[in-house]
């Protein structure tokens, strides 16, 4: 394995001077004698002996190349005992996992057949090398801490997709994330692990034992007495789940955590080691000796100060040493065990980076004296060694270990040469550069210190009825605010030492964008903003594909860090160019969304495709833009669109790209921890089932496009004299400002879309540990009050409430500090300061782009996405801990997005249906909220108007239910018993909200905000209902129309509730059905209190029969009162007897919403308005032919005493609920049953004295004092009707309208409702000219 003189195949350069064997004499200034003494002093001889002559016979660089020979060759093994075989292991050398055969399942396999990712439910696959004596170990880098079972097994293990390494007789295996060990049976055993951890697997096969650690600690020995004699040896093997991943190491590197006495499975380079070592003294010989030629002597000095001056004698000398150096520096072992330790070592006095000038010195002298390709492999290897050793260390509480190798990072990256080699090639293209820039969260607090760190805990310990949080400080005990105080100061002690590590990361980002490093090619900047594009490219496209997608959580902190620095650039612009805009004031000007100069790879736009959009829009581009589209490309794009499947076939099915052994063209984010080109894909099924629909002829077809971003330029980019690069294309009503660097702008909109991609997600995932901390607390406490409450005559009880305390406290400690590290790293106020600028940046740029008019389509949707996620993160996962008020310019924000959602909720402009949802959804949270409500409110009044005007509608082909559920929110606090945050029957039940998407989940929390009513919002809805009289009928006949189809299909769906519940056999209700009935009634209760609203407020629409629609509207609206009135209220009806049975799903149907909603209209218009419009609706009502008296009784508890009887009915079939969903079947009806269930009380509006004030119950009962007056009159005068005289169509109403020009007859109201839809009449098929009164002659 010794590479002699240039050991590669590619010819070295001779750096030999030609003086050296031509004149033997000239050593330029030094002279034969101190030269002598020179290269003695940086090679010293090892043999005392021959030294001692080789001292007097002076060396010179004619005979160094063969004394460094001589010297290099001691004590090297000879030929024989290198190649001879360890005793006690067999297999081939290097080790590597057994790609041709020993696999089960679906797997990744890296390219280095180290890393390995799971592809089905439990794939295995073992080593290629075996042990049978002796003590051997191996590490494994753990990546995912998901399920795996890691340790050994023998040849003789069959595994499938259920059963793996453990699971069979022969195998043997450790499993962190179940904290179990295996062996066919399974135990207690070990820690728990984490991604980031080193799992070291020991076997002693003399002993028969087998051991793990974990990041070097011993857990303890696992097995013993493990099966052992002739013919059974022990491979490594692994078992993982879907998408789990690792990387081992059996020895191609050192390992991290060597145990004494065992062997790597993997000899390390022995021989090429010592040499290694041997040319790194002479190297630091060279460094720390000085030729002082004037004095004639050698002088000795620090290495630190030692520059590349070009002496010759030195540079010789070196040229001599790198000969042999520079071929080991390409081999991984050495890279890391010999030079990264070296450089690791200057850097260990502490101080900052630039203090240390001789890395920047060395990395110099490496680019003068290796070959290229020698530079560039061990630049890669050595970034490849830093970044695992970055990423694999443990956390320690003052972050040592990740500042040590990030100082490295940033000391090699500060060199310009390399720097630029390592971002060309290999930051983004061979190595995950993002976990630079990540910190992982400790699982188990107490190895990562944070017990030291945080010495007191502490957590909140008063609630409201609700469980919420009440954090009054004037509560606090003295003992609680002294512990809040020692946490807070933990918490801050432990912000500092990670804000040392993020202000290392975002020196290396700062580095990365540097734009001045011109000398050597093309500036930093722009090679690092065509790999993030690609970068973004790659997640924004192969969602789904396991191993080409960044982890959320790295992309959280790159995010962060990325800000800062861009920020940071931002500004040093703007000081030396004060016309340009602030990164304070930053956005992204339109014209990047429509000139062609930037990338969106297919993301949506506000206004479809873009290919579509080119081709409507290319009039305005000319005329606004000055941006001609070429008809070329038109149909270039058209014919893309027809083909685009056959196009993405290779490039967006990396699986297929991967079984047929065609490389990835990136590193896979779950393996091996850098390199990770999951390119091999390995399936014990004879097909496998990701092949691609047609062979693939080159791994991957690049469209000219991508090819673009690779290869843009500076003045590409930035633009030179009359180019304005990426901002081409200026419309008229940008300003003529510079805004940035061009291509800052292009990276902040990298840094929306990364916020889009994935850090959103994860910024809601990791509010659960506070929401674990918040359920824990009220669970304590809850326990506490118990024991507090606990006779003392049960012990037994006591002692078992003591044990639970005692595991909620410790869970708490646990939590709280974990919660710490959390809050630091994740929701801190700097934290919390990107992501309101990153909302901001939105705000503004869509503010921007719709100042455009029809070019606003061009703006992709994931503006709009961030601008409402991010506003959603500030009041959901920030707070409460960081309050939004302390925000600055907070109020003017919620301002400027509240005039956002107004306006573009329904922008003709914007057409994907996805985004109009959630714009809807954030305008329904944003008028929950007192504060974003005020916001609402203070947007100019013309759009209030515009967007009030929008959500009157008619409810038809559009999505109504969110803008009803908006005018419900501006209403409720109002309407009639309407003050309730939940409904009385639900208080005690917690609202399921946890696992819905983000803005749904918004809405869900919103439901449950105190109410907050706008007046001036209705003000204007009463303003434009009624001056627009066409618009008020249009809008309440769809209401009407959608309460009657909501109410109906509601009562439908609870008639199939109870048959199933009254079939003898146990039947399953499908969930989804519960639900969806649900949400039928909570649409009828929300569509009745709309009604109630227009009727409160504009009382006319319905009673001024001036209006050409009035009367038809009030019978319509008396009508479904009736309906609902009477189905609700009815005696042992199917309402009661649904609502009875309680099942999960139905919670919210119950008797007090949707009564109490009719209720508030029928006030309204029969006790609050002025007397003819209550006579015109008393009569309506009256003469409805379903009015029931008894319903109006109903209400107040006086419909009779049947009730007892109907309640025992209903309850004989209570729920027995089921595993599928919601089971319903009768139980046996029992005596205490039914004596039970007679005592259920009817409903009446005067159990809810919380809910219904002492005025409108007074209301209810002067409503039912003149309906029964009203009906007993109605009733004395009515004359009867003949049956000639009745309406033909409804036999309800008498003919009062005969129809023009075929004088046939009907009633007002059917002619009416027929004319809304229909202009033909009802009988004859005639067009109606006109509708003119009708009275029946008195003579006849």
């Given at each position: 394995?010794?590479?002699?003189g ?18 033997p004499?000239a050593?330029?200034i ?21 030294a ?11 005979d ?27 297999g ?7 790609h041709t ?18 592809h ?19 590490e ?43 062996n ?10 984490a991604?980031g951890?080193i ?23 696992a ?5 052992m ?62 030729i ?43 890279v ?8 690791l ?23 003068l ?21 970055y ?8 972050l ?9 990072t ?39 210190g ?9 957590w ?12 009054e ?47 050597t ?14 970068f ?9 594909h ?21 920020r940071?650039?931002w ?8 016309a ?9 000007p ?24 080119k ?33 993405s ?9 991967a ?32 092949t ?7 791994p991957e ?15 590409d ?11 081409l ?9 510079p ?16 916020y ?27 326990t ?15 002692e ?6 005692k ?46 008019g029809?070019?606003?389509a ?10 409402m996620?991010?506003y ?17 310019d ?6 400027q997005?509240?005039?956002?959602l ?6 003709p402009?914007?057409?994907?249906t996805d ?15 007192p ?10 009044e ?30 409720r ?17 917690k ?51 959608q ?8 009562i ?24 969806v ?32 629609s ?13 309906q609902v ?5 009815a ?9 009875n049975?309680?099942?999960p ?10 009564l ?40 107040l ?16 079939v ?15 009806p ?13 409903f009446?509006?005067?159990a ?14 002067l ?12 009733a ?24 023009k020009p ?8 059917c ?29 006849s």
């Amino acid at each position: 394995m010794s590479s002699k003189g240039g050991g590669t195949a590619l010819t070295r350069r001779n750096y030999r001077l030609a003086s050296d064997t031509d004149k033997p004499r000239a050593t330029g200034i030094v002279n034969e004698r101190l030269l002598s003494d020179y290269l003695h002093h940086v090679f010293p001889s090892t043999k005392q002996g021959p030294a001692l002559a080789s001292l007097r016979k002076p060396l010179g660089f004619q005979d160094l190349g063969s004394h460094l020979e001589r010297l290099l060759s001691e004590g090297e093994p000879t030929e024989d005992s290198r190649d001879q075989p360890v005793e006690g292991r067999l297999g081939p050398q290097p080790v590597v996992l057994d790609h041709t055969s020993g696999f089960e399942g679906l797997l990744f396999v890296d390219d280095d057949l180290l890393g390995v990712i799971g592809h089905s439910n439990f794939s295995s696959i073992r080593a290629t090398t075996c042990v049978y004596k002796g003590k051997w170990a191996y590490e494994v880098l753990i990546s995912s801490q998901g399920l795996m079972q890691i340790g050994w097994c023998t040849l003789n293990c069959r595994f499938n997709q259920e059963e793996g390494v453990g699971d069979t007789p022969d195998s043997y295996a450790y499993d962190g994330n179940r904290v179990r060990k295996w062996n066919v049976t399974t135990t207690n055993y070990g820690k728990s692990w984490a991604a980031g951890d080193i799992v070291s697997c020991l076997i002693d096969v003399d002993e028969g034992t087998i051991t793990f650690c974990l990041n070097g600690q011993s857990l303890g020995t696992a097995f013993t007495s493990i099966k052992m004699g002739p013919g059974v040896a022990y491979f490594p093997a692994i078992s993982l789940s879907f998408k789990e991943s690792v990387a081992f190491n059996f020895g191609s590197r050192p390992l991290r955590y060597p145990v004494d006495g065992y062997l790597p499975l993997q000899n390390p380079p022995t021989s090429d080691l010592i040499k290694a070592h041997k040319l790194l003294g002479y190297i630091k010989n060279v460094l720390s000796t000085a030729i002082d030629a004037q004095e004639d002597r050698l002088v000795e000095k620090d290495c630190g100060l030692w520059r590349l001056h070009g002496e010759p004698t030195v540079l010789v000398t070196l040229a001599h040493i790198f000969n042999h150096f520079a071929p080991l520096m390409c081999k991984v072992y050495l890279v890391e065990d010999v030079l990264m330790n070296f450089l690791l070592g200057i850097l260990e006095g502490g101080g900052s980076v630039d203090e240390h000038p001789l890395i920047q010195q060395l990395l110099d002298l490496f680019w003068l004296l290796m070959e290229d390709y020698e530079v560039n492999e061990c630049l890669k290897q050595l970034m490849m060694s830093l970044l695992r050793a970055y990423r694999f260390s443990p956390i320690i509480p003052d972050l040592g270990f990740q500042i040590h190798y990030l100082r490295l990072t940033t000391a090699i990256l500060h060199h310009e040469k390399s720097r630029k080699y390592l971002l060309n090639n290999v930051l983004f293209d061979v190595l995950r550069s993002v976990v630079f820039f990540y910190i992982k969260t400790p699982l188990r607090v107490k190895e990562a210190g944070l017990e030291e760190l945080i010495l007191t805990t502490w957590w909140p310990t008063h609630f409201d009825k609700e469980g919420k949080d009440e954090r009054e400080p004037a509560d606090e005990s003295a003992d609680e605010r002294l512990r809040r105080r020692a946490y807070e100061r933990g918490c801050q002690r432990l912000k500092k030492r990670i804000e040392v590590v993020e202000e290392l990361q975002v020196q290396i980002l700062k580095l990365l964008l540097n734009n001045k490093d011109k000398s050597t090619g093309e500036a930093s900047r722009y090679i690092f903003l065509n790999k993030f594009r690609k970068f973004l490219q790659e997640n924004a496209s192969n969602r789904g594909h396991p191993t080409a997608l960044c982890p959320p959580e790295y992309m959280v902190c790159f995010l962060h860090r990325l800000i800062t620095a861009v920020r940071a650039s931002w500004d040093d612009g703007h000081r030396k160019n004060p016309a340009s805009v602030s990164s304070e004031e930053a956005y992204v000007p339109p014209q990047l969304f429509y000139n062609g100069k930037v990338d969106y790879f297919d993301l949506q736009r506000l206004g479809g495709l873009l290919s579509h959009l080119k081709k409507t829009l290319k009039d305005d581009l000319a005329s606004k833009a000055n941006i001609i589209i070429d008809p070329a490309e038109i149909q270039a794009t058209s014919m893309d669109d027809l083909d685009e499947d056959e196009e993405s076939g290779a490039a967006q099915r990396p699986f297929g790209a991967a079984a047929m052994g065609g490389a990835l063209a990136r590193p896979s984010w779950l393996s091996s921890p850098t390199l990770g080109r999951a390119n091999r894909f390995l399936s014990t099924a004879a097909v496998s089932l990701m092949t691609p629909r047609r062979p693939l002829t080159q791994p991957e077809k690049v469209k000219v496009r991508t090819l673009a971003v690779e290869q843009r330029t500076e003045e590409d980019i930035e633009g030179s004299h009359g180019n304005d690069g990426l901002l081409l294309g200026r419309p008229l009503e940008e300003p003529d400002q510079p805004i940035a660097d061009k291509s800052l702008l292009e990276i902040v909109d990298g840094i929306v879309m990364m916020y889009n991609l994935s850090v959103h997600q994860q910024l809601g995932k990791m509010v659960v540990v506070s929401d674990d901390v918040h359920e824990y607390a009220v669970a304590l406490k809850d326990t506490e009050e118990k024991i507090a409450r606990c006779p003392s005559r049960r012990p037994d009880i006591l002692e078992e409430l003591q044990k639970s305390q005692k595991v909620f406290a410790e869970k708490l400690n646990h939590l709280s500090r974990r919660l710490a590290w959390i809050n630091a790293t994740i929701y801190s106020k700097d934290k919390m300061l990107d992501v309101y600028w990153l909302l901001c940046v939105c705000i503004r740029t869509i503010e921007h782009a719709d100042n455009t008019g029809s070019l606003f389509a061009f703006a992709p949707e994931f503006y709009l996405n961030v601008a409402m996620n991010a506003y959603s993160a500030l009041k959901n996962y920030f707070s409460p801990a960081n309050g939004m008020e302390e925000l600055p310019d907070y109020e003017e924000t919620l301002t400027q997005l509240a005039a956002i959602l107004a306006k573009h909720f329904a922008d003709p402009r914007i057409v994907g249906t996805d985004i109009k949802d959630s714009l809807m959804q954030a305008l329904a949270s944003y008028v929950c909220y007192p504060q974003s409500l005020r916001a609402v409110e203070r947007i100019p009044e013309e759009q209030r108007v515009a967007m009030m005007r929008n959500l009157l509608a008619p409810y038809e082909q559009r999505p109504w239910a969110q803008t009803n559920w908006i005018l419900v929110r501006l209403w409720r606090g109002c309407g009639f018993g309407y003050r309730y945050t939940r409904l009385p029957h639900l208080l005690k039940t917690k609202p399921e909200d946890a696992n819905l998407p983000s803005l749904q989940r918004d809405l869900s929390i919103a439901s449950f905000q105190k109410p907050c009513p706008s007046l001036l919002l209705q003000r204007h809805m009463a303003e434009l209902l009624s001056t627009d009289k066409d618009m008020a009928a249009s809008f309440l006949n769809s209401v009407l129309n959608q309460l009657n189809w909501a109410f109906s299909e509601f009562i439908g769906m609870i008639q199939e509730i109870q048959q199933a519940a009254e079939r003898p056999e146990r039947n399953f209700v499908d969930t989804r059905q519960l639900k969806v009935c649900a949400t039928c009634f909570d649409l009828s209760v929300s569509l009745l209190r709309v009604l109630e609203m227009t009727v409160t407020l504009v009382p006319e629409i319905f009673l001024d029969w001036s209006r050409p629609s009035a009367e038809l509207l009030l019978r319509r609206l008396a009508q479904l009162l009736n309906q609902v009135l009477n189905r609700v209220t009815a005696e042992k009806n199917l309402f009661d007897r649904v609502v009875n049975l309680r099942l999960p799903g139905l919670e919210s149907v119950d008797h007090y919403p949707i009564l109490v909603a009719v209720t508030g209209i029928l006030v309204r218009i029969l006790v609050d308005g002025h007397r003819q419009g209550i006579s015109r609706a008393a009569s309506v009502l009256l003469s409805d032919p379903c009015f029931q008296l008894h319903s109006i009784q109903h209400l107040l508890g006086e419909g009779g005493d049947s009730s007892g009887s109907s309640a025992a009915i209903s309850s004989a079939v209570r729920p027995v609920v089921g595993s599928l969903g919601s089971s319903v079947a009768p139980p046996m009806p029992s005596a205490a049953g039914s004596a039970a269930s007679s005592e259920r009380k009817h409903f009446s509006l005067h159990a809810y004295t919380d809910y219904i004030s002492e005025e409108e119950k007074q209301k209810v009962e002067l409503m039912l004092a003149f309906l029964t007056e009203e009906s007993k009159q109605a009733a004395a005068s009515t004359a009867p009707t003949s049956e000639e005289d009745l309406c033909p169509i409804c036999y309800a109403h008498s003919i009062s309208a005969i129809f023009k020009p075929c004088s046939h007859k009907s009633c007002k109201a059917c002619i009416n409702q027929h004319l809304m839809n229909n202009k033909d009449c009802f009988f004859c098929k005639a067009t109606i000219t006109g509708v003119e009164d009708y009275s029946k002659p008195a003579s006849s």
